[in-house]
């Protein structure tokens, strides 16, 4: 099962990446569709948000010869994702769940926030 987590929580979720997302300035983006209210969502996905992706699978457990014991483990990677912190649309998909647009900042929103943090000295 993939989830994403953040401070601390982790909420199931299904995750596509966009190399290039033509709808938002060609930035790179990934969509986070979740079971929660639109409300909700408003308040968990803002800019800066550190997030990361987490899988966890139930896998085998093998003896050392090789041969499945009968038992299981759960086997977890995480992935950072932080580097996604801009916040952009959420739709609210008529059936519990919505999809929330994570983005990576663009070299123009980079010289933007340079060109404030040199205006404000």
């Known amino acids: ?7 601390g929580t982790e909420y199931q979720a299904s995750i596509a990446g966009r190399m290039g997302d033509r709808d ?3 930035r ?6 979740l079971t929660m209210t639109h409300a ?11 997030w990361s992706i987490v899988q966890r699978d139930t896998v085998p457990v093998y003896d050392t010869d ?11 990677q995480e992935w950072d ?15 519990g ?7 990576q900042k663009t070299d123009s929103d980079i010289l933007a926030e340079l060109e404030a943090a040199y205006d404000a000295e």
């Open 97 to 103: 769940t919505i999809t929330a647009k994570m983005g």
């Open 66 to 76: 090789g041969n499945p014991t009968g038992e299981t483990t759960e086997q977890v």
């Open 24 to 26: 938002w300035g060609g």
């Open 1 to 7: 099962m993939t989830y994403i987590k953040t401070n």
């Open 40 to 50: 909700e969502g408003v308040q968990l996905f803002t800019d800066g948000l550190a």
């Open 28 to 33: 790179k983006s990934k969509s986070i569709t």
């Open 81 to 95: 994702n932080s580097d996604y912190c801009v916040a952009g649309p959420i739709t609210d998909n008529r059936d």
